[in-house]
């Protein structure tokens, strides 16, 4: 990477990264500029009238309202599957305790009733899994990416002390 940017003719230091996952002092590069200009150094940042706190910025993010919606989100579809799952787990091993013979009763062969809920088990864990990704992809991931980009925003000029 070094030699790429001496044929450029660039340092790397001197980059400009618009990526709001970049932190400049995390990497080592761009701590001079970072210090005394606001926008690290670069001509074109527009600084900033208060500087907040890493801390106070995810707090106020945490209160507010589209990060609320997506705690909700992730509740309202996570207790229920975990309480509906939980429940059949719970039932399987009931009945494998208090009905030995329900639980030992042939279905196909030498396939019997037990056999099937404990295979049952694994398809559920399976189709809970589908439908916890699904959910999230549908119902919260662009909400939590769009929270994400504003936090990275707003962190973006934090120093942390």
Same mark, same amino acid.
């Given at each position: ?12 230091? %001197? ?12 990497? +080592? ?6 210090? *005394?200009?606001?926008?690290? +150094? ?58 030995? *013979?329900? &639980? *030992?009763?042939?279905?196909? *062969? %030498?396939?019997?009733?037990? &056999?099937? %809920?404990?295979? %049952? ?41």
């Amino acid at each position: 990477m070094e030699q790429v940017d001496k044929q450029e003719g660039r340092d790397a230091s %001197a980059m400009a990264v618009d990526d709001p996952w970049y932190d400049a002092t995390a990497s +080592g590069r761009g701590e001079e500029a970072a210090v *005394g200009a606001p926008g690290g +150094g670069r001509p074109d940042a527009v600084p900033r009238q208060r500087v907040h706190s890493a801390a106070e910025i995810y707090l106020e993010v945490q209160r507010s309202p589209a990060f609320q919606e997506v705690r909700r989100r992730y509740r309202r579809f996570v207790f229920p599957a975990t309480l509906a799952f939980l429940l059949w787990y719970l039932a399987y091993v009931v009945a494998a305790t208090a009905a030995p *013979g329900l &639980m *030992g009763r042939p279905v196909a *062969g %030498a396939v019997n009733v037990a &056999m099937v %809920a404990g295979l %049952a088990q694994f398809l559920t864990t399976f189709l809970l899994t589908w439908a916890y990704a699904r959910h999230a992809r549908l119902r919260r991931d662009r909400a939590a990416l769009e929270l994400r980009w504003d936090t990275q925003e707003m962190t973006r000029g934090v120093v942390q002390p």
